[in-house]
């Protein structure tokens, strides 16, 4: 089963009942958000505790910070940028532990293509890309977000964002080939 | 080999885990995500009594200031006034040796 994602599912009113205090509201904005939040942490990482640990701290400053979200799609930026600012610092004050293939495999949801295989070894592989390209590439093809769009979420030039996904690409490719 | 559709299939977005929103929501209503803003009146009191303690710590800097400048001048009015009668018994003396001289 593959859920599909649309850019900013959220119904009609919950930011603003969340806002005013409503804690239903802004459960069904964790709700709605969660995947995302999660999963851009989890490809980053390639570790479920360690997501959930940095997806959760996302939503608790997305609650101290309702005040100043202005709109739906407003608030699902935000967490994009938030959670990716929050991937980059936990990495640099700790070292990335290694994750082996056993528990890449436990990881593995249901799966859409007929090779798992080749989707655990890309995770892995996505894993071990310097930060920069590992968040560029996450936001590429997990958010499906145009090189635009990346740029305005890591802060970095449009032609800065190009070159890390290029170059992600051809390591990617390189190492897959030597696989 | 299309990389570019076998990352799409790789990095698509998972689940979260199960119970997550409950767990985020525990969490703040504990109070977690209201700490930093739960005690503001913290903010001016600590702001108060550095302002407190600075005006003392320059209070008493500027009183040391100003004790070390009277202590000064007194000193120089103190060597002054020695001058000045030191001045005054030379005086003195020159006039006696110049009656002296004169007498005889």
Known sequence: MTAVF???AIPEGLLARAREGDHS???GIVEEQEAMVFSIAFHFFNDRSRAEEIAQDAFLQLYRSLGTIESESHLVHWLRQVTTRRCIDSMRRTRLRAVSIDEVAEL?????VADPLLE???????AGLPETQRLVVTLRYQED???????RIVGL???TVKSHLHRALRALRRKLGDQ | MDIERDLNDALRRREAPAGFASRVMARIESG???AP??????KPWRAIAAAILLTAVLGGWAAHQESERRAGERARDEVLLALRITSEKLHEAREQVNEIGTNH
């Open chain 2, 32 to 34: 977690e995500a209201d």
């Open chain 2, 37 to 42: 803003a739960a005690h503001p009146e913290r």
């Open chain 1, 120 to 126: 655990r070894k890309l995770r892995e592989l996505v």
């Open chain 1, 145 to 151: 977000l145009d090189p635009a769009e990346i740029c």
């Open chain 1, 108 to 112: 593995a949801g249901p799966q859409r």
């Open chain 1, 157 to 159: 030039p449009v032609n």
């Open chain 1, 6 to 8: 649309t850019e900013a």
């Open chain 1, 25 to 27: 509201a802004f459960a």
